[in-house]
């Protein structure tokens, strides 16, 4: 039965991280008309995060379920087999992890499957090509701008696939006040990213630097934003976390680390500096000051060489004498921040999508561009990191094996590198 014909629309999110999962449930909420909560699942793996951090992204009142693949997809076989199918499912994973779902999902037969949704949680700077053709074979891949749709579409045209899925929108959590300079306040927010900068000696060298403007600007107060607290996990390993090198500086008291929501944060930014972190392009959606670090150059891993054009970028010694860069509104207009107060209209397409494959009497299977015939060498060992077989039961831990998981688990949050390739083989099986 289409969907059409029900009272209500009913919808999946299956996340792999906190910020994923933050993503994944306003898209659910902004695509359709449906009133009630998604239905929510949060893959386990290293990125699984905790309940705080879940809490924290402020997007549920009823905390998503932890499953593993086979597990997710039994739950969408019995919902269908109760009559109690899902409508859509919002797959807000990375590439790899959406290929594979695609996958088992086809396997699955359903008698009427649900309308796939998916796409990317942020600035889409590396792994373009590779990311868009394992995504392929969703009925919706959206893009957070004009300048992405463009770039998604071209990549899907030229190697045949059909571009049919990309549909324009924008990021789902931007939001919140537009900046008001208050009198007294002179706040600076750094926001901070898990593995951008990557190595210890650049995150060390913006720790000092931040802690430095701190000291020549005492009247302004300084807060580093933290995505995880220590022994949390995030989408990208953190190795060297700020809070463990901190300690070896002796921050002025206008210096703070802080947590939390990060849109409650902004409300008291006057100046937002990071590298290259998603948290800009919110940011700019309430016109705060921005500012993309350039002293560790510009370069595509680093990611700020996304904002190349926007007029933000700058460096600490600039900041150090109060430089703010003014944005370049061509560059905004194509971003897909909305800052011009068209974002209530953002989704406008991607709704009318969703509702007209919703209306058709039956979808058409799902045909990724990467299969086993076009990819042999490449796609089944991307197939074969997830269990995604739901004919099979799911084994049994041993006590051994779950004390050398915890173990090894515990030994990496302690930054023990050599224990990662053991967790990752761990978490695959």
């Known amino acids: ?42 893959l386990r793996g290293r990125a699984t995060p905790t309940a705080r951090q879940l809490a924290e992204t402020g997007v549920s009142r ?50 009427r499957r649900p309308v796939i949704v998916t796409g990317y949680v942020g600035v889409v700077y590396e792994k373009l090509t590779d990311g868009l053709l394992l995504r392929h074979g969703a009925d919706v891949v959206l893009a957070n701008s004009r300048h992405d749709a463009e770039r998604f579409r071209a990549v899907y045209e030229g190697v045949g696939a059909g571009a ?53 600007r005492p009247d302004r107060e300084v807060l580093l934003k933290l995505r995880s607290k220590p022994g949390e996990h995030t989408t990208h390993l953190e190795e060297y976390p700020f809070q463990k090198l901190v300690r ?46 350039t002293d560790l150059g510009v370069r595509e891993a680093l990611g700020n060489h996304h904002f190349v054009g926007s007029g933000l970028l700058t460096s600490f010694d600039r900041l150090d004498k109060g430089d703010a860069p003014e944005p370049d509104e061509s560059w905004l207009a194509r971003q897909g921040v909305a800052s011009d107060g068209s974002y209530g209209e953002a989704f406008d397409a991607a709704r009318d999508r969703v509702a007209e494959l919703l209306a058709l009497p039956a979808l058409p299977p799902i045909s990724p561009y990467y299969t086993a015939e076009t ?47 053991v967790i990752r083989r761990l978490g695959e099986l």
């Open 248 to 293: 070896e500086l002796d921050p002025p008291s206008n210096f703070r680390l802080v947590y939390g929501h990060m849109g409650e944060v902004l409300d008291r930014t006057d100046l937002l500096v990071t590298v290259s972190s998603t948290a800009a392009l919110e940011a700019l959606h309430r016109r705060i000051p921005t500012a993309i670090l």
């Open 375 to 421: 990819a042999p060498g490449y796609l089944p060992g991307i197939l074969a990191r997830h269990r995604l077989d739901v004919t099979a039961p799911e084994p049994r831990e041993s006590g051994m094996r779950r004390v050398v998981r915890e173990a090894a688990r515990g030994a990496y949050r302690h930054g023990v590198q050599r224990v990662a390739p």
């Open 164 to 216: 049919d899925s990309v549909v324009e929108a924008a990021l789902p959590f931007l939001g919140g006040a537009p900046h008001a300079p208050e009198a007294g306040r002179d706040t600076l927010v750094f926001a901070a990213q898990p593995s951008v900068p990557a190595t210890r000696a650049e995150r060390a060298y913006v720790l000092r630097r931040l802690v430095e403007h701190a000291r020549l």
């Open 62 to 111: 009823v905390a998503p379920r932890e499953v593993t693949g086979a597990e997710f997809l039994r739950a969408v076989r019995d919902a269908e087999a109760r009559g109690e199918g899902y409508d859509v499912l919002v797959l807000a994973l990375v590439g790899g992890t959406v290929r594979a779902v695609l996958q088992g999902l086809a396997d699955l037969s359903l008698d």
């Open 1 to 42: 039965m289409p969907a059409s014909t029900r009272e209500a629309v009913r919808i999946a999110v299956l996340a792999d991280s906190d910020t994923r999962w933050k993503w994944g449930a306003l898209t659910a909420r902004r695509i359709t008309t449906a009133e009630a909560e998604p239905t929510g699942f949060v």
